[in-house]
């Protein structure tokens, strides 16, 4: 299989140009996939940009190579979004990692009032660096030319604001439409809900769906916060054409 690594944010993949690895990503790639001079891999920048690249000077701390070859991807449309409730233990960085390798576009972390997990203060800005960092590694696993952005975390009120203007799909057990039953348009994202264990408070759950939140339900059985994204996900890949 192929190794992906990604330029830093900002730099840019032309053909005939060099291109550069540098910090981690380049003690990566020559610690640990044993990068060598001579050596093709693929680049990325993040943004959708797929590069195949010979590697011309390498050392731990910066590798530069030849780009040789180019795609671009062109962005899905509609993106999927997933607002992601904190939750305890690692159950909402498992969501986080499984869908971003099957393809959501944009995490945004939710503060929901259920929430055993708190971020604020010096977390906040901690908790989003480390959701960060799972989704650019599980991008790299998953050869993605897009690594999806991970937002601070929202609130309920944010996620009202939110339902006004996009698709809003809240996962809830006890929904009357299944989720394969909601036919997403194509101009606006798809955000999917997903809330914290023992599921989203009946007052926040009435708050988006007040706004214009949809709420469907993902078959008969109920999911865990870590495995309810990523099946959403599934179900509107398929609806969507992706797979």
């Known amino acids: 299989m192929a190794h ?93 990692q499984a869908c971003t390798e099957l393809g959501v576009d944009r995490v945004i972390p939710w503060q929901a009032s259920r929430s055993v997990s708190v971020w604020k203060g010096d977390k906040l800005d901690k908790g989003r660096a480390r959701w960060q960092k799972i989704v650019t590694e599980a991008s790299k696993q998953s050869l993605r030319p897009r690594v999806p952005v991970v937002d601070t975390a929202c609130t309920t009120a944010d996620l009202v604001s939110l339902a006004a203007t996009h698709q809003v799909v809240l996962l809830d057990p006890e929904a009357a439409m299944p989720l394969s039953g909601y036919s997403p348009r194509l101009d606006t994202p798809v955000v999917i809900v997903v809330g914290p264990e023992g599921g989203i408070d009946p007052g926040e759950r009435d708050l988006l769906v007040g706004a214009g939140a949809i709420d469907v339900r993902l078959g008969s059985t109920v999911l865990r916060t870590s495995s309810a994204g990523p099946a959403a996900i599934a179900v509107l890949n398929g609806a969507l054409g992706r797979w």
């Open 4 to 96: 992906l690594y990604y330029v830093p944010d900002g730099e840019a993949l032309v053909v005939g140009e060099q291109a550069y690895l540098r910090g981690d990503e380049a003690r990566h790639a020559v610690t640990v996939g044993r990068l060598a001079r001579g050596q093709e891999i693929l680049l990325g920048d993040g943004r959708g940009s797929l590069a195949n690249a010979r590697a011309r000077d390498v050392s731990a701390r910066e590798v530069a190579l030849d780009v040789l070859e180019l795609v671009v991807h062109e962005a899905p449309t509609p993106e999927l979004w997933l607002v992601q409730a904190l939750a305890k233990g690692d159950r909402d960085e498992m969501a986080v």
